[in-house]
Nanobody, 121 residues
Framework: QVQLVESGGGLVQAGGSLELSCVAS????????MGWFRRAPGREPEFVAT??????YLADSVKGRFTISRDSSKNTVYLQMNNLKPEDTAVYYC????????????????WGQGTQVTVSS
């Protein structure tokens, strides 16, 4: 089992930046796919970014603004978010999976509890 705990969310003005962190416990994550989804009120979860074995894949809506990185020595994955927009407001979820690498929710077995990001205009 893998447990995921996110941190770093908060309230920021449009154009600002936040860095989310996700610490994994229970297993070493170096061989796992780690990523992020988000869910805005009244909407389905939306893929944001994922990383596996040095490969990174980001949603078109965040390319050029968000960066995903990981530190396997700390069992941690990060999401650096720059030039934030009000439409980025959502609960952000850290996800993990032992084998899959994609942009669909069903591909990820492990989910954190989420951290709220609110971007004011």
């Amino acid at each position: 089992q893998v447990q995921l705990v996110e941190s770093g969310g908060g309230l920021v003005q449009a154009g600002g930046s936040l860095e989310l962190s996700c610490v994994a416990s229970g297993r070493a994550i170096s061989s796992y796919t780690m990523g992020w989804f988000r869910r805005a009120p009244g909407r389905e979860p939306e893929f944001v970014a994922t990383s596996r074995h040095g490969n990174r894949y980001l949603a078109d809506s965040v390319k050029g603004r968000f960066t995903i990185s990981r530190d396997s020595s700390k069992n941690t994955v990060y999401l650096q978010m720059n030039n934030l927009k009000p439409e980025d407001t959502a609960v952000y979820y850290c996800v993990a999976d032992a084998t899959n690498f994609g942009d669909r929710t069903k591909e990820y077995n492990y989910w954190g509890q989420g951290t709220q990001v609110t971007v004011s205009s």
